[in-house]
């Protein structure tokens, strides 16, 4: 169980151009989604919070206006890179948690196989 | 600054040997403490968690960590390596919040393994 998937894997697309990404829950619903940036060599960067019906909450100097996600629906949420340039090449990682159970506990993530975006 | 630092960029281990990998951070209190593996153009797997308790936490694949107040540290250990242990380890933590945890997680740098035959 809790399996997350994404699609695609990989993407090359032209600069200028805008690219989406879904990140989807398999078996579980996904009240919260995380988005984040892998740089090679590098460690994972939290790009925002999604929770599911409202707005994402995004981290300091990520741009909202360039990275938009929705999270329209309790196991899918979509990463669009707007206007794509080649410096937003990168690794991109979704995870997706359940809301915490009756008896309270913590609710871990569950991480997607990831998304290469190459923009040339 | 608050943070978790992996002091490791890269290890390099014979199959069967013994393995140490450090996870320190820098927080007022006591995160939520995780170690995770990611094998080449794959997602992240969860190995072990540390919330609270007993100090000494046992993972899948063999694995287990050692949280140590004292030294702010959350080490991942293995008896014996096997070749499909290679791969890239990320520490990672939530931060404490109040009395609760943000519910984010932070991750280290990262220590590649390298297995030789």
């Known amino acids: 169980g809790a399996v997350v998937s994404q699609h695609p894997s990989r993407v090359i697309c032209k600069s200028g151009t805008s690219v989406k990404i879904e990140c989807r829950s398999l078996?579980?619903?996904?009240?919260?989604m995380f988005w984040y940036r892998q740089f090679p060599k590098k460690s994972l960067m939290l790009m925002a919070t999604?929770?599911?019906?409202?707005?994402?909450?995004?981290e300091q100097g990520v741009e909202k206006d360039k990275f938009l996600i929705n999270h329209a629906s309790l196991t899918l949420s979509t990463l669009t890179v707007t206007s794509a340039h080649p410096e937003d090449s990168s690794f991109y990682i979704c995870s997706a948690r359940d809301k915490p159970g009756l008896a309270g506990g913590y609710n871990e993530q569950f991480f997607g196989p990831g998304t290469r975006l190459t923009v040339l | 600054a608050q943070s978790v630092t992996q002091p490791d960029i890269h290890i390099t281990v014979s199959e069967g040997a013994s393995l140490e990998l450090r996870c320190n951070y820098s927080y007022g209190a006591t995160p939520y403490l995780f170690w995770y593996v990611q094998s080449p153009g794959q997602g992240l797997q969860l190995l072990l968690k540390?919330?609270?308790?007993?100090?000494l936490v046992q993972g899948i694949k063999g694995f287990e960590a050692e949280f140590k107040r004292s030294q702010s540290s959350f080490n991942l250990r293995k008896p014996s390596v096997h070749w499909s242990d290679a791969a890239e380890y990320f520490c990672a933590v939530d931060p404490p919040r109040g009395s609760s945890n943000t519910g984010k997680l932070i991750f280290g740098q990262g220590t590649t393994l390298q297995v030789k035959p």
């Open positions: 078996d579980f619903q996904a009240t919260t």
């Open positions: 999604s929770n599911e019906g409202s707005k994402a909450t995004y």
């Open positions: 540390y919330f609270s308790g007993d100090t």
